[in-house]
Every structure is written in structure tokens, then in C-alpha cells.
């Protein structure tokens, strides 16, 4: 059995940050590829730029 895909909105200061979950069957160097990749996280939300951390505040 697979866990259904989640996502929710969490309030923080200044608005909300979208929280999604998701279950990965690779190896952790694969997976943390598929979430700071832009070519890779195109495939779920679009493509981005810039450095992939959380943002600074």
C-alpha cells in the first residue's frame, strides 16, 4: 500500500508556507537531487533559479 500524496498550508509570519509530503523508494543522494534539482523538481511544480535553500529571516 502507497501513501496518498499530502500537501497543507501552514501559517507563518508574512503568509503561508506549503508544506507537501511525499514517500521516496531511491537512494537519499537520489532524493535530495529530485528537491533541489530545477530540472528535476520541473516536473512537479515548474522550474526555478537561484540557490535551493530555505528562504533568509
Do not use: K, N
Amino acid at each position: 500500500m502507497t501513501s496518498p500524496p499530502t500537501g497543507r498550508l501552514c501559517p507563518v509570519p508574512g503568509g503561508h508556507d506549503l508544506v507537501v509530503s511525499r514517500t521516496f523508494r531511491a537512494p537519499v543522494e537520489d532524493v535530495w537531487a529530485s528537491v533541489t534539482e530545477s530540472d528535476r523538481t520541473a516536473r512537479w511544480f515548474g522550474p526555478w533559479e537561484g540557490e535551493a535553500a530555505p528562504p533568509a529571516g
